[in-house]
């Protein structure tokens, strides 16, 4: 029986910290606030509630599989995509009918979504052979040579986009799920459009009382397997020698030894601070920050008729967005904003009669006292452009909570503000991510800025899979 700290109680390390409880080994989580889930976290206000990060849940399998018992809600749709020139696409779940929404908005181009959603699918089963299932650092038992050219190497999501659409704003509905990873569609590699394939394939869930909950079910079953978990805790060390680590240094200044740590901390964290290692750091500086997020969260009065649980009110210029946001590292002027509204599904979310409104744009990651808009006033401006698009607030909100990219970095302990990460930055930038074994022995690295990446799923799959590592490496 080993002796194993898990630093931070996000997702990934919470998975790998259970799996190595279960296997019979001594395992002490610390996590630096009063609450476990990382960016799963919500906020309250008035009888509404709030999801500050994760709205979506795909593959939760991956979670069923750990034993953990979640009360899963299906939306009637994936989403509701309205444009700029007041167009709209509802992205039913069943492809057959979502090929068909898709010929009546662009006619010609059912077939080509047809054909997109096979290459998804085939992209994402090569992936789980060949990228997901085990380290970088040695060749997937299962992947197959076809494998390297299913994920469209060498194409970035906008590539790709053009390659199965003609109309533009398709190649926008393609371009949307770069920033799932806090990326731009133009720079991101295309393999992250196999998002929507598993989407359409396995679903787009809700848990029922908010996705937070999946962090307090995680949290049961790590009680039931007998994890040590301190919270209010922060790691402000991994002491080490030249060879292997020693434990962690606590903020009260007190050691405690390991045989194996487990940073699930941003990589850029352990490596600025934890374990200071200049080079590493570079490393993953060069990977490029992800973007950052401007949330307002509003208690709305009355019910919206039609709304769906999740819906994106696109803007009329993507690429300037992304040049605003990437290039010159402004709140873009004319945002796409996300709308999710999880009281359509569940009511304990608002008070009867309201709903709670998430409203989230993408922004620069960086402290906004750099931006040339206040935040007060960018938020005025993003219910503007809102009220124009058809979402008209104005008479109905009852409070509108703002939380700025500087709010969610203290928050999530995010290093340098960029909430998702590492952006994936080029079409190879997937395969430059931080592998799961540290630079000494003893050491791993779990959750969204290390291999596989970010998104529940894939954390939830790097804790699994650093839980084996650690077990192949303990005597
Ligand atoms: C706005 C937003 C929306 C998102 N939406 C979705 C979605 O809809 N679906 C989806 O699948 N994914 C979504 N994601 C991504 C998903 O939330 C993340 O990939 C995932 O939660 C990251 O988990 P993690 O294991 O990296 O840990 P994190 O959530 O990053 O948690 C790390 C933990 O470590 C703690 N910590 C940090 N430093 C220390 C220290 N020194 N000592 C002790 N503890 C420390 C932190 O307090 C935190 O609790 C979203 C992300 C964001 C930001």
């Known amino acids: 029986m080993a002796k194993v700290i898990v630093v931070g109680g996000g997702v990934g390390g919470m998975v790998c910290a259970l799996l190595l409880a279960r296997r019979g080994h001594r395992v002490r989580l610390y996590e630096r606030r009063s609450r476990l889930g990382g960016k799963l976290a919500e906020h309250r206000r008035d009888g509404f509630s709030f999801s500050l990060g994760p709205s979506l849940l795909t593959l939760p399998d991956v979670f069923t599989d750990l034993g953990l018992k979640l009360d899963l809600v299906e939306p009637r749709e994936l989403c509701h995509y309205r444009?700029?020139?007041?167009?709209?696409?509802?992205?039913?779940?069943?492809?057959?009918?979502?090929?068909?929404?898709?010929?009546?908005?662009?006619?010609?181009?059912?077939?080509?979504?047809?054909?997109?959603?096979?290459?998804?699918?085939?992209?994402?089963?090569?992936?789980?052979?060949?990228f997901f299932a085990g380290p970088l650092t040695r060749p997937p038992a299962h992947a197959r040579p076809s494998d390297l050219w299913a994920v469209a190497p060498g194409r970035t999501v906008d590539g790709l986009a053009r390659r199965f659409f003609t109309d533009p704003r398709l190649r926008q509905y393609v371009g949307r799920y770069a920033t799932y990873a806090g990326s731009s569609p133009y720079r991101a590699p295309a393999a992250l459009a196999c998002v929507p394939a598993v989407e359409h394939d396995h679903g787009g869930w809700y848990v029922a009382g908010g996705l937070p909950r999946l962090a307090d079910a995680l949290a049961g079953l790590l009680e039931k397997a007998g994890v040590e978990v301190a919270l209010d805790t922060e790691v402000t060390e991994v002491p080490a020698d030249a060879d292997r680590v020693l434990g962690v240094r606590l903020a009260s200044g007190e050691r405690e030894r390991a045989d194996a740590v487990v940073a699930g901390v941003d990589a850029a964290a352990l490596y600025g601070r934890l374990l200071p290692d200049r080079r590493r750091l570079r490393r993953v500086a060069r990977l490029g920050m992800s973007s950052s997020v401007f949330l307002l969260l509003a208690g709305v009065e009355g019910r919206t008729g039609g709304l769906a649980h999740?819906?994106?009110?696109?803007?009329?210029?993507?690429?300037?967005?992304?040049?605003?946001?990437?290039?010159?590292?402004?709140?873009?002027?004319?945002?796409?904003?996300?709308?999710?509204?999880?009281?359509?599904?569940?009511?304990?979310?608002?008070?009867?009669?309201?709903?709670?409104?998430?409203?989230?744009?993408?922004?620069?990651?960086?402290?906004?006292?750099?931006?040339?808009?206040?935040?007060?006033?960018?938020?005025?401006?993003?219910?503007?452009?809102?009220?124009?698009?058809?979402?008209?607030?104005?008479?109905?909100?009852?409070?509108?909570?703002?939380?700025?990219?500087?709010?969610?970095?203290?928050?999530?302990?995010?290093?340098?503000?960029?909430?998702?990460?590492?952006?994936?930055?080029?079409?190879?930038?997937?395969?430059?991510?931080?592998?799961?074994?540290?630079?000494?022995?003893?050491?791993?690295?779990?959750?969204?800025s290390a291999h596989p990446g970010g998104g529940l799923p894939l954390v939830a799959m790097g804790g699994r899979l650093v839980a084996s590592l650690v077990e192949e490496d303990l005597p």
Do not use: K
Request: net charge positive; charged share 25%; glycine share 10%.
């Open 83 to 130: 444009f700029a020139d007041g167009s709209a696409l509802t992205a039913h779940r069943d492809p057959a009918r979502m090929a068909a929404e898709v010929e009546r908005f662009a006619p010609g181009e059912g077939r080509n979504w047809t054909a997109f959603h096979a290459w998804g699918r085939a992209c994402f089963a090569a992936s789980r052979r060949a």
């Open 310 to 448: 999740h819906s994106v009110v696109f803007s009329a210029d993507y690429r300037r967005e992304f040049s605003d946001i990437f290039e010159r590292r402004r709140p873009p002027e004319d945002p796409t904003v996300y709308l999710g509204c999880s009281a359509v599904d569940d009511p304990s979310q608002a008070p009867e009669g309201a709903e709670n409104l998430v409203m989230l744009v993408n922004v620069p990651a960086g402290d906004p006292g750099r931006w040339p808009i206040r935040p007060e006033s960018y938020r005025d401006l993003v219910l503007e452009r809102l009220a124009a698009r058809g979402h008209d607030l104005s008479g109905r909100l009852r409070f509108v909570d703002l939380f700025t990219p500087a709010d969610l970095r203290d928050r999530y302990g995010a290093w340098g503000g960029s909430v998702y990460g590492a952006a994936y930055d080029g079409p190879f930038s997937a395969f430059r991510r931080p592998g799961n074994r540290g630079p000494r022995r003893g050491l791993y690295l779990v959750g969204g």
